[in-house]
């Protein structure tokens, strides 16, 4: 079964600074999906960014990239300046590729973005 | 459309009571999911429908939950005989069928609590 690791349970960072949100999963799949999503206080899923795992080219939505190896089994969120409103919980899944449509989730990482 | 909507959005019930949930999904998405998530975890999944078909069940689902999607609309998520282990936020999501996968959309979810 796949199981998806996130080890840093909490962090804290300043705005305008940068963070990297780590995550490593175990699968014997070739082609899969990775996420980031994120849970703001009001509980709402959001997803923040995307990953196919047949493609080198590590995704990048605005502030957010991703740090994707795949050989490693590491997926890692990288936040660039820092926003007050990223203060949230971060959540790494993943996906097969066809067949089950359902995610598996880390534990999640809470963020607390400090003024 | 404002998104996918569940109720009601807080639930105190006693043990040994049944409780009923509902999430209406974005209209045009035939792809529906239910998860778990309990204190300082992430979601798991428990259940996937596409269209009114319910086409995955997990383990976690046990006799005493049921979840329909009639008309492939709106869907229900009940539980019989609460128990205080049920407590947890319950998450529903829904996705279109498209292909492109571009991630779930979440509600902001049920919380139960079971006294």
């Known amino acids: 079964a796949q199981t998806v690791t996130q080890s840093q349970p909490e962090m804290s960072v300043q705005e305008a600074e940068t963070v990297t949100l780590s995550c490593t999963y175990d699968?014997?799949?070739?082609?899969?999906?990775l996420f980031w999503y994120k849970q703001p206080p009001s509980r709402q899923m959001i997803l923040v960014i995307r990953?196919?795992?047949?493609?080198?080219q590590n995704a990048t939505e605005n502030r957010f990239s991703v740090n994707f190896q795949k050989a490693a089994k590491s997926f890692s969120l990288k936040i660039s300046d820092s926003q007050l409103g990223d203060t949230a919980m971060y959540f790494c899944?993943?996906?097969?590729?066809?067949?089950?449509?359902?995610?598996?989730f880390g534990k999640g990482m809470k963020l607390t973005v400090n003024p | 459309d404002t998104g996918v909507s569940q109720d009601p959005r807080h639930k105190i019930t006693k043990r040994g009571q049944n409780v009923t949930f509902r999430c209406d999904p974005i209209?045009?998405?035939?792809?529906l999911y239910w998860y778990r998530q309990t204190l300082g975890q992430g979601p798991e999944f428990l259940t996937y429908?596409?269209?009114?078909?319910?086409?995955?069940k997990s383990r976690l689902l046990s006799d005493r939950f049921s979840a329909e999607r009639p008309k492939g609309s709106f869907s229900t998520l009940e539980i019989q005989r609460t128990e205080q282990g049920d407590s947890a936020m319950y998450l529903c999501?829904?996705?279109?069928?498209?292909?492109?996968?571009?991630?779930?959309?979440f509600g902001s979810g049920t919380r139960l609590t079971v006294v």
């Open positions: 999501a829904s996705s279109p069928a498209d292909g492109s996968y571009e991630g779930y959309t």
């Open positions: 699968t014997s799949e070739n082609n899969y999906y």
């Open positions: 990953q196919e795992a047949y493609k080198q």
């Open positions: 899944a993943y996906r097969r590729w066809g067949g089950s449509e359902k995610l598996v």
């Open positions: 209209s045009e998405h035939n792809r």
């Open positions: 429908f596409q269209n009114e078909a319910q086409l995955e």
